[in-house]
């Protein structure tokens, strides 16, 4: 696996949505150790079965180029109740396999993601179960970099240890989600340094046409930088909420308006404006 800052990461150049761009970093594709533990059909994860698990990469994006800079994984299943990926994780909580079922995200998402950074949003009960640490997790296969995301509202005492364990080794990047939402605790860009944070996405929803949310923006942009953590809004659904991060400073996005979720990689059409 690569390690990089985020803000190191090379872009791709802008293609057209759609397009496979496998190999996006020009990394050398090979097989991982762990590919063959998701051959055969009968293993299951918990009560899940195994082949009816997939992911979708949704593009995260440098609004000042128009490169996609990295793929956020969200996780699927095909089973009949557990279409909606709340539902998924509620039973994985039920049946105490929270932790396998991550690991087996992982794994789908790093042989079909070769060559490109990605980003694994965690379940607080994954880092309960602590398979993200262990020597042979798909994560130390990959060869590109990897980012973990998780929500300040939920991150334990534990949880926050075991994150703070895996950046100290630089095994992975941390990305704190939900900037701005509820009682979010600043104090954790103090204590975790992440290497990024994501607004959340009710602060962003409606941007240009709120001066005051353009001014909180503005000032979350003055302070990550200052504590040297790139900023980006998530939830971007229309050019003209895109148009207003970008002129209140945010650098990266993602969101609907720069590429949906899909089983390819797809990289975004947006533009940017010289």
Known sequence: MRRYDFDELETNETVGLGSNVSGVHGAPTRPAPFVEELEGTDRLVGSIPRDQLSVEFQPIVNLLTGGTLAYEVFARCRSE???DPQELFARAMFEKSVGELGRTIREIATRNGTGSTLFFALHPA???DRYLVRP???ICFH????FVQLSQASLSGLAAH???ELSSRGEVGL??????AGPANLKQLVDLVPRAVKLDSELVAGIDKSQRKQAVVRALVSLCGDLGASLIAKGLDCEAELQAAVDCGVEFGQGFV???PSELRTCSVWQARK
Do not use: F, I
């Not at 990305?175 to 701005?180: C, E, H, I, K, P």
């Open 81 to 83: 109740g557990l279409v």
């Open 126 to 128: 994954e880092l309960r």
């Open 136 to 138: 042979d997790d798909p």
């Open 143 to 146: 060869d590109a970099p990897v």
């Open 162 to 164: 075991t994150v703070q």
């Open 175 to 180: 990305v704190l989600d939900d900037l701005g």
């Open 258 to 260: 720069l590429g949906e």
